[in-house]
């Protein structure tokens, strides 16, 4: 399968769920994908650091095709959420917990590309 095509679905996907979650005033949607997103990350983080100093390239890869372009998908999703006029409230747990899942796999995406 295309990379391209899967980045583009990722992209895509996690922007749907990102603004609907903010249209709908739903919090577990995006809780349930920033946690996904940032255990895959860092799944594919250890996979790519490797064993005895052996990479795993496709980690790398896939990292790249799939969990970068889902977290600019969701950022990109609240942002336009934001414009239309939909937000949520950063106040609550669950926003929190979801902001941190993001962080997290975002840092986990930058130190896959640095190795």
Known sequence: MNPWLVAALCLSGAGVIAWGSARLNLRWPLLVLSALLAAIAI????????????????????????????????????CVARVRGHHLAWRSLHLLLTLAAMVTAGLAVAATLIL
């Open 43 to 78: 799944q594919l983080f250890l996979a790519a650091q490797g064993q005895g100093g052996f990479h795993d390239l496709a980690a790398v890869v896939a990292q790249s095709f799939t969990v970068l372009p889902a977290l600019l998908g969701a950022v990109m999703g609240l």
